[in-house]
């Protein structure tokens, strides 16, 4: 996961408070709304991200209370991070980062790890990058997808990185590519019929985000799959992003305040389907 600062950025949910201070500045604070909790009456779901580290720095805690419920969850990465270690060539750290995800995801319950083969760091939003991931819910058959933020920033002050926009909006536009017939005839040929029963997108980490889960009692094992990155984590060299139990700490603790819960992720929850329509 990378993310850059930026000068300015808004978030559309925020509560502003204006108030003039003694020496009569004013100030502009914002205080972020309260969550409302998500929606956990499903069973299967299929998590879809740009790269391994992606779905450790915040869903995970969530991905392990689900399959603790008895979810079945598999993973589907867009690349195999082979970009992300400054010192290791992308033939080394490749498959060095497939072995570390799916360590990572085994400690939250996930066996099934598929890695999509796009080029790292330079994913393109396109027709083979929706097909691939149109083939991938076709075959897990979800009822929920879980990514990561595709907007342009994560909130004020942190642009998003060019690989997590592309492969998350890819992922909305290969849902509705899953379900329609006559969209990638070519998966009909390898025996994949249409699949319609995906209802929502859970978007994890993004600033538009109105939903939340508590991850209290799962909140040790998101930390312990992010430490499985350790050759990721100690490329990145120090900094907030490689103290993993600090940084997701904070990030949790402040969720939490806006669930009414110790620790909390958050999700932008993007609806398909029609309610009341038949999805199998």
């Known amino acids: ?7 300015q950025a808004k978030d559309s949910h925020a509560v502003k408070h204006v108030s003039v201070g003694g020496t009569g500045t004013v100030t502009d604070m914002t205080t972020p709304p309260p969550l409302e909790s998500i929606d956990e009456n499903w069973t299967t779901g299929l998590a879809v991200v740009a790269h391994p580290d992606d779905l450790e720095y915040g869903a995970a805690a969530a991905i392990a209370r689900w399959t603790g419920q008895g979810k079945k969850i598999t993973y589907c990465l867009a690349t195999s991070g082979e970009a992300g270690i400054d010192g290791l060539s ?13 360590a990572a995801a085994a400690i939250v319950g996930v066996d099934t790890v598929e890695f999509l083969g796009h080029q790292d760091g330079v994913i393109e939003y396109g027709l083979p990058l929706r097909r691939d991931i149109a083939r991938a819910i076709r075959q897990a058959k979800p009822e929920i997808i879980i990514t990561a933020n595709y907007r342009e920033t994560f909130g004020p002050g942190m642009l998003n990185q060019a690989d997590h926009i592309a492969t998350g909006r890819a992922v909305i536009d290969a849902i509705r590519d899953a379900g329609n017939r006559w969209v990638f005839r070519e998966l009909l040929d390898d025996g994949l019929e249409p699949w319609n029963g995906v209802r929502a997108a859970y978007v994890n980490g993004s600033p538009e985000a109105a939903h939340g889960v508590d991850v ?3 909140f040790e094992k998101g930390i312990d799959s992010l430490k499985a990155h350790a050759a990721y984590l100690a490329g990145l060299g120090g900094g907030p992003m490689s103290e993993p139990a600090e940084f997701l700490e904070s990030f949790a603790r402040m969720t939490g305040s806006r669930l009414g819960t110790k620790f909390a992720t958050s999700f932008e929850v993007v609806p398909f389907g029609f309610p009341g329509a038949d999805e199998t």
């Open 90 to 102: 992308p033939e080394e750290a490749g498959p060095l980062r497939e072995r570390e995800q799916r």
């Open 216 to 218: 209290t009692d799962t």
């Open 1 to 7: 996961m990378t993310i850059q600062p930026v000068s």
